[in-house]
C-alpha cells in the first residue's frame, strides 16, 4: 500500500524582531520543509504538521502558551493569538509550508491532553505528590519554571533556567538552581511553598525506553542516542506534570475517576493548576492533526495517523535541537507506552528523530536582549529567504555546532549562488536567446560531452535523493552544489559560445542540453531554496508534467524541453554581498559593547 508520512516538531519560538537561528523556525522548520518533497517525490504524502507553543522572548521575559504571561499589559490569550500569527506570517515568508499550523492551547489538545492523563491515572502511571514550587514575594506570585533562573548545578552555567540548563541540556527543577531568583523582576527574594501536583512515573518505564532507544541506534543521530542513553544510564526519575499557573490546561479530575489503588481525586484541590508545558506540548502533535481533520470536516479521519492498526504505514519524523531531546526520547514516550498499556491500543511512537546541535553567532549565543545575532525578519530585510535557507542547510549543525559569521555567510552566497548557480543560468539563457531567439534551437546530436554530463547527473541525483531521504542536509547541500558545478563544467566543455562560429548544430545541441539542465536543477533545487526553483521553471516555460522529481534516466531528463520551445531570461538571480557591507552588519549585530 501507499506510505503515508507525518512530519511534525517541536515549535520553539522567540518573537520580538523575529526568530533566531538557534531556537524556532530555524533549523526544525527549515528542515522538515527541505524534507518534505522528498516525500512527493517517492510517492508519499506527507502531513506537515507544525504545533505551536513553547517560548516567546520579548525583550528578556518570555511566555509560552501554557505558561503564564502575567505582567504583560496584554491579555495572554490575545497575546499567543498575536504572536501565533506573528510566526505563521514569519514562515511563509521564509518559504515553509504546511498543511495546519497547530496551536497548544486549542480545544482539540485540551481534549487529548486530559484523556492521557485521566488514562494515565486510571492505570496508576500518575499519582499524588506533594512538591516545593516557587513563589516570588517580590512579584506576589508563584513562578514558572523557566521564570526562575540561577547557576546550573551541573556545569556552573549561571543563567540557567529553572526547567532546563540551556548550556549542558540537562533538565532541571526550579529547587536545583543555586543562587536562584525571579526572571520577572531580578529579585532573590522567593521562597520555596508546598504545593499538591502530579506526577508521571517514569522511573517505571525504563526497561521499556531503553529498549525501544536501543532499536533505533542505527537509525538515530548519534546526538540524539547519546542524549537519550545518558538520561537512562543516570537513572530517569519521575517528573511533576502540573504547575500553579493561570494559563495553560487546567486539571478537570471530576471525571477521572479511582487509580488502582481506590484513591480519587477531589476537584477543589486542583482548581487553578494547569499542566506542564511539556507534558501537553508534545501532545499538540496529535491535536494538531485532530484540528486539521476538524477544519477539513473529516471528523475522527486524524485517528488514521496516530492510531494502530490504521497508521502501521505512517512514518513519523520530529525534528528538534538537541536541548528538546529529552522530551521526545522520555517524557512524551512514557506519556504514550502508560496509555498503551491501559486502553491496549497502540498510540504510535515517533519513528525517526532528526536532532541537531546548535548554530552559534561568532561561538556565543544568539541574545535578543543584548542584541546580539540576526533574527528572521531582520534577515529578510538584508536579503531574501533563499540566501538564508541554503546557507543554514549548507552548514547545518548535524555531528557538531556550527558557527555563523557574516564572512563565512557573504563567503558561501557569493560563490554557492552568484558564481556557481546565478552565473550558470544567466549565461547560458543570455547566449542562448542572443543566439537563437527566445526557443529553445534544433539540430545538432549528443556527443560525449553529453553522455558523461548524464551520468554523472545519474551519480548526483541518486545521492542527492538518498541525503534527502535519509535527513543528511549538509550532505544533501553539497551534493546539489555539485550538480552547479557539473552544468558549468559542462558548458565550459562544450562551449556552445566558441563552437557556434564553426558547427552551429553542436551549439545548438549544447544549448538545448542546458537549458534542459536548468530544468532539472530546478527540481532539485526546490527543496532547499523553493524561490529560486520557481523562477527558474518559470523562466523556461516548465508546465506541471515537466516538474516531477528526476527519477528516470538522465538522458531522459536533458530532453523534456523540445526544440521550439519558449524561455526567456530571468532577472539577476542572486546579488553579492560586499566587504563594506559584511563590516556594516558585523557592527549592527554585534550586540551591545
Not at 556545569?155 to 533556567?161: H, N, V
Not at 544510564?233 to 490546561?249: A, F, K, N
Amino acid at each position: 500500500g501507499k506510505r503515508f508520512d507525518v512530519r511534525v516538531e517541536r515549535d520553539v519560538k522567540y518573537a520580538v524582531g523575529g526568530v533566531d537561528f538557534t531556537k524556532g523556525l530555524r533549523y526544525r522548520d527549515l528542515k522538515l520543509d527541505v524534507y518534505s518533497p522528498v516525500g512527493d517525490a517517492g510517492g508519499a504524502r506527507p502531513a506537515l504538521i507544525l504545533a505551536f507553543g513553547g517560548a516567546f522572548h520579548r525583550g528578556s521575559k518570555e511566555t509560552d502558551e501554557f505558561g503564564d504571561a502575567e505582567g504583560y499589559s496584554t491579555p495572554v490569550a490575545e497575546y499567543c493569538r498575536r504572536e501565533h500569527e506573528v510566526q505563521a506570517d514569519l514562515a511563509r515568508r521564509w518559504g515553509l509550508s504546511f498543511d495546519v499550523f497547530g496551536r497548544s492551547s486549542s480545544p482539540q489538545n485540551r481534549d487529548l491532553t486530559l484523556h492521557f492523563a485521566r488514562t494515565l491515572w486510571r492505570g496508576g502511571f500518575i499519582e499524588v505528590r506533594s512538591t516545593r514550587q516557587v513563589y516570588s514575594n517580590a512579584d506576589r506570585r508563584f513562578l514558572p519554571d523557566r521564570y526562575v533562573i540561577g547557576t546550573c548545578p551541573h556545569c556552573g552555567y549561571d543563567r540557567a533556567r529553572g526547567d532546563q540548563c540551556e548550556n549542558c541540556t540537562r533538565v532541571l527543577d526550579p529547587t536545583d538552581l543555586i543562587e536562584p531568583r525571579s526572571a520577572v523582576s531580578g529579585s532573590p527574594d522567593i521562597e520555596v511553598r508546598d504545593s499538591k501536583h502530579l506526577f508521571l512515573k517514569q522511573s517505571g518505564f525504563s526497561d521499556d525506553l531503553r529498549a525501544w532507544i536501543d532499536g533505533k541506534a542505527d537509525t538515530w543521530s548519534n546526538v540524539v542516542i547519546s542524549i537519550a542513553r545518558k538520561w537512562l544510564d543516570e537513572g530517569l526519575r519521575d517528573r511533576g506534570i502540573t504547575r500553579d499557573l493561570s494559563w495553560g490546561v487546567p486539571v478537570e479530575v471530576a471525571d477521572w475517576g479511582a487509580n488502582p489503588a481506590g484513591e480519587t481525586l477531589d476537584p477543589a484541590d486542583w482548581a487553578g493548576k494547569v499542566f506542564y508545558v511539556w507534558y501537553d506540548a508534545p501532545i499538540e502533535y496529535i491535536g494538531a492533526t485532530r484540528e486539521w481533520a476538524d477544519a477539513k470536516g473529516e471528523g475522527d479521519a486524524w485517528e488514521r495517523w496516530w492510531k494502530q492498526p490504521g497508521a502501521a504505514d505512517v512514518r513519523y519524523v520530529e525534528f528538534m535541537g538537541k536541548d528538546n531531546v529529552p522530551f521526545h526520547t522520555v517524557g512524551f514516550p512514557v506519556t504514550i507506552m502508560g496509555a498503551n498499556r491501559v486502553e491496549n491500543r497502540a498510540w504510535k511512537l515517533v519513528d525517526d528523530i532528526k536532532g541537531f546541535n546548535w548554530l552559534t553567532y561568532y561561538g556565543g549565543k544568539f541574545s535578543t536582549s543584548q542584541k546580539r545575532g540576526v533574527f528572521m525578519d531582520q534577515a529578510l530585510e538584508i536579503l531574501p529567504a533563499d540566501y538564508w535557507r541554503w546557507y543554514l542547510i549548507a552548514n547545518a549543525p548535524e555531528s557538531a555546532d556550527s558557527s555563523f559569521t557574516w564572512e563565512h555567510f557573504a563567503a558561501t552566497v557569493n560563490k554557492d549562488l552568484a558564481d556557481v548557480l546565478g552565473n550558470f543560468v544567466n549565461r547560458v539563457l543570455k547566449f542562448a536567446v542572443s543566439k537563437f531567439g527566445g526557443q529553445i534551437p534544433d539540430g545538432g546530436k549528443p556527443g560525449p560531452a553529453e553522455h558523461d554530463l548524464a551520468a554523472r547527473l545519474e551519480r548526483l541525483v541518486g545521492q542527492y535523493t538518498l541525503h534527502l531521504e535519509e535527513m543528511q542536509f549538509r550532505k544533501a547541500a553539497q551534493e546539489l552544489r555539485a550538480v552547479w558545478v557539473a552544468a558549468n563544467e559542462y558548458v565550459a566543455v562544450a562551449a556552445p559560445w566558441t563552437v557556434i562560429k564553426t558547427d552551429p548544430a553542436a551549439a545548438a545541441c549544447a544549448v538545448r542540453t542546458a537549458i534542459n539542465l536548468i530544468r532539472v536543477i530546478a527540481i532539485l533545487s526546490g527543496p532547499i531554496v523553493p524561490e529560486t526553483s520557481a523562477a527558474l521553471l518559470r523562466a523556461i516555460g516548465a508546465g506541471p508534467q515537466q516538474t516531477a522529481w528526476p527519477l528516470g534516466k538522465a538522458v531522459d531528463e536533458l530532453s523534456q524541453l523540445k526544440p521550439g520551445h519558449p524561455f526567456e531570461v530571468p532577472p539577476v538571480m542572486f546579488v553579492k554581498l560586499a566587504a563594506e557591507e559584511v563590516e556594516a552588519l558585523e557592527r549592527r549585530f554585534g550586540g551591545d559593547s
